[in-house]
């Protein structure tokens, strides 16, 4: 195996020479550096980054912490397209990813922040009150959160505006005549759900159309929480004519619960779910979905983690991502016994 000291030998200069080019040393001349290249490339050298870590206090690595559970991120097509912008910063950088799957409390994160297992980590979630976004912020450990971060929390973040989507969405239903419009959710301490909730309601109240407690179903963002959700909806006596799911996985649950229990769609109700993933376009009937820009949200956090990896002292920055709601078939139901639809 080609050691330091055979690239040192055959480029005619010390091994602390050969670190240092390594290291992209100003001090060392271009043509010294070209010297050296030249050399590592023909004996195909690779340095032991273990090593060279010790030594820069660095990993080139990034950490992903998955939420509590793992099953969503490995589950919900969101995280995959998503983890793809991530992943194709972090080759272009020379970084490797490593997954860490976070417990009920924050030994996982203080494991990793304390031992300098990873040189930044990217957050996949938050809650109010997040003990771990605390601890991220208190460490001053460079971090990118995907989302908003709860108040009084002070993290770099990249997010869609979530009211804002969801308002819209909720809003294309009313102007379609429907009055009673349910929403499937997340887990109802979740930052996304609250904020989409919000956008929700603020809809229905500017339209003059009172929310509804019993049409607001929190679950959790598989296919699965998403049927269970809607089975709960349609178990009213005023069940919802339409429904925004906050997460097309949920809406994948709901259509296929509203088939069992015989409803058509669209004829007799109407789905809108939120990420625009692949199988919304190819879905019987095709899903009309909000879309989020999953690869863009994930590249556009690697590199912010990367400038703030880069430069300690930088201050927490905001990012926003636009959405815009992709309109198909599942959302053509009319409303019997109203009026025509809303201009």
Do not use: W
Request: net charge negative; glycine share 6%.
């Amino acid at each position: 195996m080609t050691t330091i000291k055979d690239v040192a030998r055959m480029a005619n200069v010390s091994a602390s020479t050969v670190s240092r080019v390594l290291a992209d040393s100003p001090r060392i001349s271009a043509a010294t550096k070209r010297r050296v290249r030249e050399v590592l490339e023909h004996l195909d050298y690779h340095p032991n980054t273990l090593a060279r870590g010790l030594v820069t206090n660095t990993t080139s690595a990034i950490g992903v912490l998955m939420p509590y559970g793992g099953n969503e991120f490995f589950e919900n097509p969101f995280f995959a397209q998503m983890m793809s912008g991530v992943s194709e910063v972090a080759n272009e950088n020379g970084y490797d990813i490593v997954l860490f799957t976070s417990g009920p409390d924050t030994d996982t994160i203080d494991r990793v922040i304390r031992g300098r297992r990873v040189d930044g980590i990217f957050l996949l979630s938050s809650k109010q009150d997040d003990p771990v976004l605390k601890l991220v912020e208190q460490q001053k450990f460079p971090a990118v959160l995907l989302g908003r971060a709860p108040d009084g929390i002070s993290v770099s973040t990249v997010n869609n505006d979530n009211v804002s989507a969801a308002y819209k969405a909720t809003e294309h239903l009313i102007r379609l005549g429907h009055k009673r419009i349910g929403f499937l959710g997340g887990a109802s301490d979740l930052v996304v759900t609250l904020d989409r909730v919000t956008g929700y309601r603020n809809a229905l109240r500017d339209y003059q159309l009172e929310p509804d407690a019993q049409l607001e179903v929190s679950s959790f963002f598989l296919e699965q929480g998403g049927y269970l959700g809607m089975m709960r909806l349609l178990a009213s006596s005023d069940r919802p004519t339409a429904v925004l799911a906050s997460d097309d996985v949920l809406a994948f649950g709901a259509m296929r619960a509203s088939a069992e229990l015989g409803y058509h769609l669209p004829s007799e109700l109407a789905i809108v779910g939120f990420n625009d993933i692949r199988m919304a376009e190819i879905a019987n009937p095709s899903l009309t979905s909000v879309r989020v820009h999953m690869h863009e949200l994930g590249s556009a956090a690697a590199n912010m983690l990367l400038e703030h990896i880069k430069n300690s002292d930088l201050e927490p920055q905001h990012k926003t991502i636009r959405t815009e709601l992709v309109v198909r078939n599942s959302c053509g139901a009319s409303y019997l016994n109203t009026s025509s639809p809303l201009p």
